[in-house]
């Protein structure tokens, strides 16, 4: 398939089954911490500066963002998790909806799980992937900020992350960084192909 990525846009904010799309599209879900770089992400996946809005304030997104790409596919921005200023309410409320829409969409195709490179999977990460292996939906590791760390020590971090996700091989796992672009076209080989 191919994607012109310069076709892309904030389509809509649901929270709620009623209110995604209605249609076919295949969609690709983003997942991670609230500080993980989800926003730089996906910007930096279509060339765009600020189509994600990246936040110096964690927790920003609230809603699940449907990026509509190219009317070919869909990025899905779920709320950043693990952000310790949000009541317990706000957080069981976002739990409910990601879980909600991971579990019952018949266009999910596989979900971006992100996680940073420079430091250990947080609690959060682990039952992220664990849900997902669960659930059996496809999932693709992707390790941001690959930039802030030295390049001979990349597979150091990434055999730790590996080890406390205790990874499945068959999974995709992708050093990223937003500033090198590395990973980038790896990232896009992986997702099309679950498409």
Same mark, same amino acid.
């Given at each position: ?25 295949? =969609? ?71 879980? =909600?829409?991971?579990?019952?969409? =018949? ?89």
């Amino acid at each position: 398939m191919e994607i012109n990525t310069h076709n892309a846009e904030i389509l809509l904010s649901a929270a709620k089954k009623s209110h995604y799309p209605q249609d076919d599209l295949p =969609e690709i879900a983003l997942a991670g911490r609230s500080n993980v770089g989800k926003s730089s992400f996906i910007n930096t996946m279509l060339n765009r500066k600020n189509l994600a809005r990246t936040s110096g304030k964690p927790g920003k997104t609230q809603l699940l963002n449907f990026f509509n790409i190219d009317d070919k596919m869909r990025f899905v921005d779920v709320p950043g998790y693990g952000y310790a200023r949000v009541s317990k309410k706000e957080r069981e409320k976002w739990g409910r909806m990601i879980e =909600e829409y991971l579990t019952t969409r =018949e266009n999910l195709r596989a979900v971006v799980s992100l996680v940073d490179l420079r430091h250990d999977p947080s609690a959060d990460d682990v039952q992220m992937y664990e849900f997902l292996k669960y659930y059996e939906i496809p999932v693709i590791i992707v390790a941001t900020k690959a930039d802030k760390i030295p390049r001979g020590k990349w597979n150091k971090h990434e055999s730790a992350i590996k080890k406390k996700l205790n990874f499945d091989p068959s999974d995709d796992f992708i050093l990223f960084s937003s500033v090198s672009k590395a990973g980038m076209d790896q990232a896009w080989d992986a997702i099309l192909e679950k498409l």
